[in-house]
């Protein structure tokens, strides 16, 4: 069976230090990946989508980047963290739309990072 | 532009009570909709709707879609404490899959 793991789960940083947030699907290929952000009380903003190695689509101009190193990696990341970059990230994952019956196009979440500038 | 408008915001009901949410979307390609729920933490799937009219229905949750008006409804009948939670819809068209704001409910005892 297919999971997402997301790490860290909570971490706190000081204004302008760097960032990385990992994310790794097992018992699928080639999955379609995503990071989301979701401020207090707010709706989840779609930060990255990925399609494939190498395909990566930014949504929100911002100083966040992602990269997707292998076929089952995605990673967040910023070189300088801002107050506003505060807030609950989610990655997830779905099969590539088109394979598959019924579940084609569930998104599947990690358990989230919740991230913390001061 | 694809956008998806959840309302309302936020409920406050009683146990008991009946609530109807509401989802309207302009996506590109609609393939289907699905709704979420999120209590604490990641959101977990709750339906996806490729068809219009046919009702899915789950235990006091159910849900209808209308592709020719564009929108979507999420009922939930006889509420609990436990249905206290963010309910998030997403409409599927392309490999970008945006949800709506969501409607925060609070079900009080």
């Known amino acids: 069976s297919q999971t997402i793991h997301q790490w860290p789960a909570t971490l706190v940083q000081p204004v302008g230090s760097p960032l990385s947030l990992e994310c790794t699907v097992e018992?699928?290929?080639?999955?379609?990946l995503y990071w989301y952000r979701q401020a207090a009380g707010r709706g989840l903003q779609l930060l990255f989508y990925?399609?494939?190695?190498?395909?990566i689509s930014s949504e929100v101009p911002q100083n966040l980047s992602a990269s997707r190193p292998q076929d089952r990696q995605f990673i967040l990341s910023s070189k300088k963290l801002l107050l506003s970059d505060s807030g609950f990230y989610l990655c997830?994952?779905?099969?590539?739309?088109?394979?598959?019956?019924?579940?084609?196009?569930?998104?599947?979440f990690g358990a989230g990072s919740r991230l913390t500038v001061l | 532009e694809d956008k998806v408008v959840q309302s309302p915001l936020s409920l406050v009901v009683h146990e008991g009570d009946t609530v109807t949410l509401n989802c309207s979307y302009e996506?590109?390609?609609?393939?289907?909709l699905l709704w979420y729920k999120q209590e604490k933490k990641a959101p977990t799937f709750l339906f996806m709707l490729?068809?219009?009219?046919i009702e899915k229905k789950s235990g006091r949750l159910s849900s209808i879609l209308d592709k020719k008006e564009l929108f979507s409804i999420l009922n939930i009948t006889a509420t609990q404490t436990g249905d206290s939670a963010v309910y998030l819809c997403?409409?599927?068209?392309?490999?970008?899959?945006?949800f709506g704001t969501g409607t925060r409910l609070k079900v009080l005892a």
């Open positions: 997830a994952w779905s099969v590539f739309p088109g394979q598959g019956a019924g579940g084609a196009n569930v998104l599947t």
């Open positions: 018992g699928t290929s080639n999955p379609n």
């Open positions: 990925s399609i494939g190695i190498d395909q």
């Open positions: 996506v590109t390609n609609f393939r289907s």
């Open positions: 490729t068809s219009s009219g």
């Open positions: 997403r409409p599927s068209g392309t490999y970008k899959y945006i």
